[in-house]
């Protein structure tokens, strides 16, 4: 049974939000198993999600205005934020990379604060900047649906709480 509806605006962990186009059957090794078919909007491509699984795949809902604003102060709040900086990037980077995948936004925002908070202290690597930048896309694209705001006005926003950490091209 089906939870979505084609239409609807969802969230898939470590993609991003995208709309319901469609439910298909489709016939994979001879099973006949019904899929979403989920168009993310920030890469146009479509993502088939079984039905069955979605939920326990990570497909939800977009968050409440609610969670969207404390989303925001979470990430504005970074004075008591503790960051592992020292800590072997290979394992930082797994560590990461499974919390983009649980979907949840104040996990996806949790990363986000720490590689920008890290970004701040020292040169990020190749793998780290695009783990920071795949999960400022994530969570600015959720903010800016769920907000009805522009994603690059989001991001402006989220790095305009960083500011201050690091020095403008004028004091370098």
């Not at 925001?72 to 797994?94: E, F, I, P, T």
């Not at 936004?105 to 890290?118: R, Y």
Request: glycine share 6%; hydrophobic share 35%; aromatic share 6%.
């Amino acid at each position: 049974m089906a939870v979505f509806s084609p239409g609807q605006t969802v969230v898939y962990p470590a993609q991003g939000v995208g709309i319901i186009k469609s439910i298909e059957t489709q016939e994979l090794a001879g099973v006949s198993a019904e899929f979403y078919t989920v168009h993310i909007l920030s890469t146009g491509i479509n993502v088939l999600v079984p039905v069955k699984s979605a939920v326990n795949a990570g497909l939800r809902n977009l968050c409440s205005q609610e969670e969207a604003r404390k989303t925001l102060d979470n990430l504005k709040d970074y004075q008591s934020a503790q960051v592992h900086a020292g800590q072997n990037w290979n394992r930082r980077q797994r560590e990461y990379t499974e919390r983009l995948k649980e979907g949840k936004l104040e996990t996806v925002g949790g990363v986000l604060k720490e590689l920008i908070l890290i970004s701040s202290r020292k040169e990020l690597s190749f793998g780290e900047k695009r783990l920071l930048e795949q999960a400022m896309s994530l969570v600015a694209g959720e903010l800016a649906c769920v907000l009805n705001k522009d994603e690059e006005e989001i991001k402006e926003t989220i790095n305009s709480f960083y500011s201050d950490l690091f020095p403008s091209p004028a004091e370098e």
